[in-house]
């Protein structure tokens, strides 16, 4: 079994992590790091200290009625997406260590394509 890097865990909470299979497990919210892990496979784990994420990105839609997935991007390791049981209760409890200017919504349908068809220059 992998040990956990946290000293304190504040929230617990059914989650998966979208890779090219999903993954379901447990997301564990605490004083040192995000950390996933499944139940079934001791060996499907993710933990993500505090200081290597630089941004945490929620699909916002229905102006905040419906968040269906979060991303947590790294320095290093790249951007893991995951979806929980109560991913606003989730995203306020990572607030607590990630500092609010690093929270963002991703963009949305027409943001994307004004973005794209728009030239700069």
Known sequence: MVKSINTRVDFTVAATWFRSVPSYGKAMIGDK???????RNVTD???IPWNEVTYVVADVKFKGKYIPRFEIRTRQNGN??????????TLREIRKYIPADHMLKSLTIWQKLKRRFTRKG
């Open 45 to 47: 784990y993710v933990q």
């Open 80 to 89: 893991f997406i995951f979806a929980t049981r109560e991913v606003k209760k």
């Open 33 to 39: 790091a995000f950390e996933f892990y499944n139940e």
